[in-house]
């Protein structure tokens, strides 16, 4: 099997699995316990916290422990969002790709009064830093920007938008779940005050994330009924999760550089082999996007019979995100950058691990060659083209 969907989730480090197991089995107290199995417990917390906040160049009091990215993502833009109602100002700026964490979250702020402005993210899917200055008004409290999409994986202009709100006094908050450990990340340099991860997109355990808030920024609880996490987050902390993600994240920021530069020869080997498919195009920026991360459009198919097909092949890859699987509308990050609805359906996203071969990769790109030839010879929508009765969009 030849697994091609990180962007999905990851398989678990041995580092993070021994660390997440032994604390199981031998440090398993309730941290806020004044008894020393809690005080130990105690222990391992604070120092998970002082690990994470050193990967992202953050205070140990900056990073609060939450379930995941979603968590992290509402409880960062409600926040924003609850400080400048308190200044009079209501008005957002996002993108118009961003993870449903995050416009979902926007679109409930809208019923409660607050002006959302998205920005075009074009062509190449990248948020201009111009574009985005122009449209913050003496009433943004906010602007939040996806680090990098999780679908087509460009990286954004982070440190300039940063940059930019720095300097108009409005809070930055950016959803980095796909980005952090796998691209260098540090809130000081990047001028981030919010910033939402998660463990299992870099070889952690699922259910378990954080978010960084820059000090001076008042975070409002999502989750009431104890002290825990300085009062903002109740709930008896993850111990064993935080501390495999703690684990997880340094073993990734450790080896990133080597493994971004490994990735990024596997990715563009794997695009350049899925160009030789006529009528096809890669969606997003060629350079400016994660180290593992190829999405491209087929046109003539549909990409549900191209992943089950792939699947009987050993190949697991995703035509999108995650978290919208289900859904048979075409992916709104695609639409977002242009992809009309016929071709956006024929989307691929293949995202690579650290750990997969040269020969892994020709063999995916074979694969994707023979499958979408097969879909196409008995598509209608292929005949149509082929036969000049409907123009060809790629």
């Known amino acids: 099997m030849i697994y091609a969907d990180n962007a999905a989730t990851t398989k678990m480090s041995p580092r993070a699995i021994e660390t997440m197991v032994s604390l199981m089995n031998e440090t398993f107290g309730n941290p806020s316990s004044l008894y020393t199995i809690g005080q130990r417990a105690k222990e391992v917390l604070e120092q998970a916290r002082k690990d994470v906040a050193e990967v992202i160049g953050a205070d140990p009091k900056e990073i609060l422990f939450t379930s995941g990215g979603s968590e992290a993502d509402n409880q960062a833009i409600i926040s924003a969002a609850k400080i400048g109602a308190r200044k009079g100002k209501k008005h957002i700026i996002s993108s118009a790709f961003e993870h449903h964490a995050v416009l979902h979250t926007l679109e409930k702020l809208k019923k409660e009064g607050y002006d959302v402005t998205l920005l075009d993210v074009h062509e190449d899917g990248l948020v201009r830093p111009e574009e985005l200055e122009a449209a913050i008004r003496e009433d943004t409290c906010l602007v939040t920007i996806m680090y990098a999409n999780n679908e087509i994986g460009t990286i954004q202009p982070i440190r300039e938008i940063g940059a930019i709100c720095r300097k108009h006094g409005v809070l930055f908050h950016t959803d980095a779940v796909q980005a952090i450990a796998h691209v260098p990340v540090n809130v000081a340099d990047d001028n981030i005050d919010l910033l939402s991860s998660s463990a299992h997109k870099f070889h952690g355990p699922k259910g378990v994330g954080f978010l960084y808030a820059k000090k001076g920024v008042l975070l409002s609880n999502l989750i009431e009924g104890g002290a825990q996490e300085r009062g903002k987050r109740a709930g008896t902390e993850n111990v064993p999760g935080i501390a495999a993600m ?33 009528h096809s195009a890669l969606n997003g920026h060629e350079t400016k996007r994660l180290p593992g991360n190829v999405n491209f459009c087929f046109e003539g198919i549909e990409g549900e019979s191209l992943l089950l097909l792939l699947d009987d092949k050993g190949i697991s890859a995703s035509s999108g995100s995650a978290c919208t699987s289900g859904s048979l509308d075409p992916s709104h990050v695609l639409l977002a950058i242009g992809r009309v609805h016929d071709v956006a359906h024929g989307s691929l996203r293949l995202t690579l691990g650290e750990d997969v071969t040269e020969e892994q990769v020709d063999e995916i790109i074979q694969s994707v060659k023979e499958v979408v030839e097969y879909l196409r010879s008995f598509s209608p929508i292929w005949r149509d083209l082929m036969a000049g009765k409907k123009p060809f969009i790629l």
């Open 246 to 278: 703690a684990a997880a994240l340094k073993e990734a920021a450790e080896h990133l550089e080597e493994n971004s530069e490994k990735l990024k020869k596997r990715r563009d080997q794997l695009i350049a082999g899925l160009r030789e498919i006529p």
